[in-house]
């Protein structure tokens, strides 16, 4: 095993790219992710799970054409805004003034999800804490039906409704992610919303975007190369983890793109489409099948053989629900292990290993991300 800082050939730095506070972000991964992809000769990449599109973004900026794929809706919303767009930043400024010039008003926004400072404690009289400051839900309430009176082109919307997100990234309470807020209001929470132009960008190539199963989309595209991220389930046996972890991290994220004033429930005052019985993602699934396989290591070797690319280029935690041998096992049934790459948080290193089954020594240690550079026999 050779471990370093950084590799003689490494790509130093990634184009840069824009996102929300993000569980599943790879935006410390891109250097490595851009790396891997140079040493095969692929010029359209399937970006299958593109959550906030930094991966799909770095792609684009990077010359590839892209497919960019995630079942969340304000992913699509992202990836329309950052892929498709064909108009330069200063061309949607005027759009962006009107909207942050728009009265504050008193709406759904508010009613559920917007709080009093109270002194600095967020919990408010129903004894629910909010996510957002009162004066800021006003400002979304009005923003947000003021980008469905315009009635705007599809990629414009997508820029306005980006614009607004990352905004309200900027002056939430919370510790990234929507099923819990803070007791306390955070600094950042007392800052103004306002919205600015997002860094779009226009590229040569003509990118896709998609909103669907994965499964089914791969049944209708191809690619040189794909590349794969779930979002894998923990491994922790005794706190199984939401079976839809994603999907109700960032219910909030949806309700602003659909503006559809969806019924509630719990104390984060969830989409009552992201509980447990309505929504489910199987590669979160947590249990074994009868055989004593788990579902989601199944599911990523289905994934993979149903895949039309040559390449897959497959991200994968430590944290993950598979043992590195049975992960080990199905990636070399699936084809050859061409590259790989482990980058440890903790330590700040990156290693590489030379034969296929080096990487199973003292591979579970937590805070580690595994790249694996696979070609399909």
């Not at 840069?16 to 992809?37: F, H, N, Q």
């Not at 590349?227 to 922790?236: A, K, R, T, V």
């Amino acid at each position: 095993m050779q471990t370093t800082g950084l590799f003689d050939d490494i790509v130093a730095d990634a184009p840069p790219t824009e996102g929300v506070k993000y569980a599943g972000s790879k935006l410390k991964l891109l250097p490595y992710v851009l790396r891997l992809i140079k040493k095969v000769d692929a010029k359209t990449i399937l970006d299958g799970f593109s959550g906030t599109t930094r991966v799909s973004q770095a792609l684009a900026k990077s010359g590839y054409q892209v497919l960019s794929n995630d079942i969340a809706v304000w992913s699509e919303v992202f990836g329309t805004c950052y892929l498709l767009n064909k108009k330069t930043r200063a061309e949607y400024q005027e759009l962006i003034e009107h909207l942050n010039a728009v009265k504050p008003i008193d709406g759904w926004f508010t009613e559920h999800y917007g709080g009093q400072p109270n002194g600095g404690c967020a919990i408010q009289t129903d004894g629910l804490k909010k996510p957002w400051q009162v004066n800021n839900t006003r400002k979304l309430d009005a923003i947000r039906e003021e980008i469905d009176r315009l009635s705007l082109p599809a990629v414009d919307k997508a820029v306005a409704l980006t614009g607004l997100i990352l905004a309200l990234d900027e002056v939430d309470s919370t510790l990234g992610h929507f099923v819990s807020y803070l007791q306390d209001w955070s600094p950042r929470s007392y800052n103004r919303l306002f919205l600015k132009v997002p860094n779009v960008f226009v590229t040569e190539k003509e990118h896709k975007v998609f909103r669907r199963d994965i499964f089914d989309l791969v049944k209708d595209v191809s690619a040189d190369l794909a590349y794969f991220d779930p979002p894998y389930g923990s491994n922790n046996q005794k706190m199984p983890p939401s079976r839809v972890r994603y999907a109700s991290y960032y219910h909030l994220w949806t309700t602003v793109c659909l503006n559809d004033r969806p019924e509630l429930f719990g104390k984060a005052k969830r989409r009552e489409d992201t509980s447990d019985v309505v929504a489910s993602s199987v590669f979160e699934e947590f249990r074994r099948n009868r055989a004593g396989k788990f579902i989601a290591l199944e599911a990523i070797e289905r994934l993979i053989k149903s895949t039309n690319a040559r390449w897959i280029l497959l991200s994968y935690s430590s944290g993950g629900r598979a043992t590195v041998q049975e992960l080990n096992e199905l990636l070399c049934e699936c084809g050859a292990i061409l590259d790989f790459i482990e980058v440890d948080y903790k330590k700040n290193v990156m290693a590489e290993m030379k034969w296929t089954n080096e990487w199973i020594r003292d591979s579970e240690q937590p805070h580690r991300e595994f790249l694996f550079l696979i070609e399909k026999r």
